[in-house]
């Protein structure tokens, strides 16, 4: 299964603080994405990291990925209360992309 | 372009009856997904298309359950005999996908179900 599963199942950290999620997979991929989804709501596409990629940055997120300890991490720098989500990562080979159970992340104020 | 859009968005029924919900995903995408998610927990595969061939079903879905993709544009999905433990939310998603290149997933907002 090419599924991933996230670490943390729940945070909750402060305003302002850095929120650092992982996500370990079992396969070999060919990239890897982060998806937000607030409550209620589908997700949303955050960013994608190719296989031959070690680290990617977008406004406040940074990932990374150790394709050799089949690991990712999102990093989100100077957290917001609009930051509270779900996180899921989605190792891909395949194009059926398959998702954990997540990390809900909260943020407080 | 619109985005995904799925209808309808709350459906409440009876247990025992059918019910169908549709997905019409960014036009020109060529992949459709289907996802099933319960509270807490992540979306869940079902099924996917690439145009109006399924790719794979999901040995979780009993025969109850059932997708097209008639014409590589919309698609709708159909449950059959509807149970308590189908409520949930029913999530469609599209990308553009080559052979070279996997797209980002757009996601539409959902269809939740509720069975009584």
């Known amino acids: 299964s090419q599924q991933g599963e996230e670490d943390p199942q729940a945070l909750s950290i402060q305003e302002g603080e850095n929120a650092t999620m992982n996500c370990s997979y079992k396969?070999?991929?060919?990239?890897l994405q982060w998806y937000r989804q607030n409550s209620g709501r589908g997700l949303v596409h955050l960013i994608l990291?190719?296989?031959?990629?070690r680290e990617k940055h977008s406004g406040r997120l940074r990932v990374t990925l150790d394709t050799s300890k089949k690991s990712s991490s999102l990093l989100i720098t100077a957290s917001r209360a609009a930051d509270t989500a779900s996180y899921f990562c989605a190792p891909n080979r395949d194009d059926k992309i398959i998702f954990g159970k997540g990390t809900r992340l909260h943020i407080l104020p | 372009d619109t985005g995904v859009s799925q209808n309808p968005r709350h459906k409440i029924t009876k247990r025992g009856q059918n019910v169908t919900f549709r997905c019409d995903p960014i036009s020109e995408h060529n992949r459709l997904y289907w996802y099933r998610q319960t509270l807490g927990q992540g979306p869940e595969f079902l099924t996917y298309?690439?145009?109006?061939?399924?790719?794979?079903k999901s040995r979780l879905l009993s025969d109850r359950f059932s997708a097209e993709r008639p014409k590589g544009s919309f698609s709708t999905l159909e449950i059959q005999r509807t149970e308590q433990g189908d409520s949930a939310m029913y999530l469609c998603?599209?990308?553009?996908?080559?052979?070279?290149?996997?797209?980002?997933?757009?996601f539409g907002e959902g269809s939740r179900l509720t069975v009584l």
């Open positions: 990291i190719r296989s031959n990629e």
């Open positions: 298309f690439q145009n109006e061939a399924q790719l794979e």
């Open positions: 998603a599209s990308s553009q996908t080559t052979v070279a290149n996997t797209g980002e997933l757009f």
């Open positions: 396969t070999s991929i060919n990239n």
